[in-house]
């Protein structure tokens, strides 16, 4: 997070499960985004593994992905809902000023 700040990277972060069918069904396309759109900073988050830190986004559904600016929410998605994934990153992406792309 202190890296994307530093460096003004929109952060994704996925909040997942390794149980979690849903996760499993969108975690290859979310790999594809991340490779498609390296101005972006791509994190998964196993709620398992870090429960404490999970509990303080309050998260409640897994997947569950957020959408930060600076280290503020700017957009949050529950659900593995694919089309809505990708259009919400490119909504992100679109609204990156040119010069930082």
Known sequence: ???AKRDGK???ANFSA???GPCKMIAPLYRELSEQYPSLMFLVVDVDELTDFST???IKATP???FLRDGQQI???VGANKPELQKKIVAVVDSIPVSEK
């Open 1 to 3: 997070m202190e890296e």
């Open 64 to 66: 569950t992905f957020f």
């Open 18 to 20: 390794t149980w979690c």
């Open 56 to 58: 303080s986004w309050d």
């Open 10 to 12: 929109i952060v994704i």
């Open 75 to 77: 957009d949050k998605l």
